[in-house]
């Protein structure tokens, strides 16, 4: 069965920091991948997605960036956090045309 | 791009009442997906629909796909405290390998026991 692992669940960083989030799915191939943030109380925001190795595309211009080096491996990075990058940070996964899987996400709180 | 909007964007509700949420697309959809948040938690996939006037039910839950596939309905039948939740609806833009969903603002649903 597909799994899809995402870390760290909470993370707590200063406004200008950098960022690393990580994202493994399992137990599936060529998956397409996608991050989202959803501020408190809102909806899904689509940041990034790619459709394989190497490829990305953004959905909202922003000081965020995503990378995929393995098939199954998706990275969301910052060089430098802003206050308003604070969020819930999910990670999903589908089979072209298909339902989305949603990682348990992460926590950014930026201060 | 094409817009999925959602009304109410919140409900509240005594234990027992029913529950309606409602969703509206700018674009004819291929499918129209549900999801479910829980409070803290992260979206999870409950059912998808695909045929012109489909309806579906799951136990309490009735999902229907509108004539022309442009708007859906989520009815949950006498609430429970465990329906507690954001309901997300979810509709397919981009074709072939280039597939993404375009979600809905979600509906929260309260339930007061």
């Known amino acids: 069965s597909q799994t899809i692992h995402q870390w760290p669940a909470t993370l707590v960083q200063p406004v200008g920091s950098p960022l690393s989030l990580e994202c493994t799915v399992e137990g599936t191939s060529n998956p397409n991948l996608y991050w989202y943030r959803q501020a408190a109380g809102r909806g899904l925001q689509l940041l990034f997605y790619?459709?394989?190795?190497?490829?990305i595309s953004s959905e909202v211009p922003q000081n965020l960036s995503a990378s995929r080096p393995q098939d199954r491996q998706f990275i969301l990075s910052s060089k430098k956090l802003l206050l308003s990058d604070s969020g819930f940070y999910l990670c999903a996964w589908s089979v072209p045309i298909d339902t989305q899987y949603f990682g348990p996400g992460t926590r950014l709180t930026v201060l | 791009g094409q817009q999925v909007m959602q009304i109410p964007q919140y409900q509240h509700v005594q234990e027992g009442e029913d529950f309606t949420t409602y969703c509206n697309s700018s674009t004819t959809l291929s499918n129209i997906q549900w999801y479910k948040q829980r409070p803290g938690g992260h979206p999870v996939f409950l059912i998808q629909l695909v045929k012109s006037g489909e309806v579906k039910k799951q136990k309490r839950l009735t999902f229907q796909f509108g004539e022309a596939k442009k708007n859906s309905s989520l009815h949950i039948t006498a609430t429970q405290t465990t329906d507690v939740g954001t309901y997300f609806c979810a509709g397919p833009e981009g074709g072939g390998s280039n597939y993404k969903l375009t979600f809905g603002k979600g509906t929260l649903l309260t339930v007061n026991p």
């Open positions: 790619s459709v394989g190795i190497g490829q």
